[in-house]
């Protein structure tokens, strides 16, 4: 009965809503045909919030941000007022009743995260424009409160993990189909395929950055388990797809940080200490840093051009510091990131201001035929060096933190889990790899601030949580011990 009920709420307001967007439209008022849809939205966050979120799965890949259309506020639709809404609705759920479980607080994502916010609050006091750092804590909040705080029990079941890897891929080659089809029409070109994603992805490098992310995830959904012979033909398609999407993308950052989810792939299989991948690090460390002499010499050698179309030349062409404008650029973005460090090393110019303040950072032997005296341009292009400049040296150590409590938390959950359940087990390592490509290009460009990035990677934290909880309350069941009933 209850059923029947929704169901018929939903065909009235359906039939209501038709009927009036017609009225509206046919009165030049098209924009009201919107505010429905947002009752619609609230009506699901209510009484299907578990629904809400996986939406969140398909609707990130394909949303728009009208700053393209308005000149105004920058706003990913329909993601962003999803996500705001149930902030507060989450927020306000939380103060009625607890709805997170005891042991989140333990998890050390949870603690690096949550430092991390803190020091985003601090670093806004003290910020060169703290309207513009306060808005965006308040971005930082609507992302990851609601996707890895409350987001880790919905993750907490093994189906809703599948189901939004599922949506995500299915949303990805969605995108990539339409990206392929422009680029067809004008041959594939390099310079048409800087912006034919749009209006899904902003750029190349952001469409790249997302697709190479979504390599391992599609991969990982057809070795997973046994398929009907028509799942096994749409995932093959979906590989086919997401492979050409990628090597259209012509990101070069992409196309590296897939080859270094490869090698992470056989770290874990192989099952190598960390203390040896440790060891191994320093020493890699200090040898570039006593060769670094010889090896700035052979890049300056490097004369390869991005816009080569060969794929080998293409991947050189990333080490190319002498001639190519892409690569000289963001070297002049992370030489501004540093001395903006030295000048306010504690605090940092504030979160958000990097794009108002390096431009009077740059030296004129780094300015490039693509650089503006004006510093109009964007952020640091580095997820890193951006925290660094604006948050000083905390607001860096901060974000490697939760680098670093993500990958410890993923493989060792991956490790624990039961290899009985192989379908799951695979998709833990896939969204680990698929954090790799993410996070390896983010030495190169940093996009937690879009929907794009933060919704798929907040939600992979909060599956590890969730996921992790779970296993640990199936050990605590299990170790429970069997009271007989005495009164027999």
């Known amino acids: 009965m209850e059923t029947l009920r929704k169901s018929g709420f939903l065909l009235g307001f359906g039939l209501l ?145 599948r189901a939004f890897i599922w949506l995500f891929c299915i949303a990805m080659c ?85 080859f270094a989810s490869l090698f992470v792939l056989l ?36 004369k390869y051009e991005h816009t080569t179309e060969e794929f080998g030349e293409k991947l050189q062409s990333a080490t190319n510091v002498t001639t190519d404008a892409s690569n000289l650029e963001r070297l002049n973005r992370w030489s501004c990131a540093i001395e903006m460090f030295k000048q306010r090393p504690v605090f940092g110019f504030g979160p958000g201001t990097y794009a108002f303040e390096y431009a009077r950072f740059q030296e004129p032997e780094n300015l490039t035929i693509i650089s503006t005296n004006f510093g109009n341009m964007g952020n640091a292009h580095s997820e890193y060096l951006g925290p660094l400049s604006e948050m000083g040296l905390l607001g860096m150590l901060a974000m490697l933190a939760i680098v670093a409590a993500i990958f410890y938390k993923g493989i060792t959950l991956y490790l624990k889990w039961s290899e009985e359940d192989k379908e799951t087990r695979t998709l833990i390592l896939a969204m680990i790899l698929a954090l790799v490509t993410y996070f390896v290009h983010g030495i190169l460009n940093n996009y937690l601030d879009t929907d794009k990035a933060a919704v798929p990677i907040w939600s992979f934290c909060a599956s590890f949580i969730g996921l992790e909880i779970l296993l640990n309350d199936r050990k605590s069941a299990s170790a429970k011990p069997i009271v007989k009933d005495s009164s027999k």
């Open 17 to 161: 809503y038709l009927i009036l967007s017609v009225y509206w439209i046919w009165q030049d008022q098209a924009y009201l045909t919107l505010f429905p849809v947002g009752l619609m939205a609230i009506y699901f966050a209510v009484f299907y919030t578990e629904y809400t979120f996986l939406s969140l799965a398909f609707l990130t890949p394909l949303s728009v941000n009208i700053e393209e259309y308005t000149d105004s506020i920058g706003l990913f639709i329909p993601t962003e007022p999803i996500l705001l809404g149930l902030l507060v609705m989450l927020l306000m759920q939380q103060l009625i009743k607890n709805q997170l479980h005891q042991s989140l607080w333990k998890n050390p994502i949870i603690w690096a995260v949550s430092f991390y916010l803190f020091w985003i609050f601090v670093t806004s006091i003290t910020s060169t424009s703290p309207s513009v750092s306060f808005k965006f804590l308040l971005a930082k909040l609507w992302f990851i409160i609601p996707i890895l705080f409350f987001g880790t029990k919905v993750f907490s079941k093994p189906k809703n993990v």
């Open 174 to 258: 969605i995108a990539m189909l339409y990206t392929l089809t422009i680029h067809a029409s004008y041959g594939f070109g390099e310079e048409e395929g800087h912006w034919v994603m749009w209006p899904f992805f902003k750029d190349h490098t952001i469409y790249g950055s997302t697709v190479a992310f979504s390599v391992p995830l599609v991969f990982a959904l057809y070795f997973s388990k046994k398929h009907t012979p028509l799942v096994q033909a749409a995932l093959l398609l979906m590989i086919t797809i997401t492979m050409l999407g990628l090597f259209f993308s012509y990101t070069r950052a992409a196309w590296l940080s897939v």
């Open 267 to 302: 770290f874990i299989k192989l099952r190598i200490k960390f203390s040896l991948l440790a060891g191994i690090a320093v020493i890699a460390g200090f040898a570039l840093f006593f060769s670094w002499d010889n090896i700035q010499m052979e890049l300056e050698r490097n």
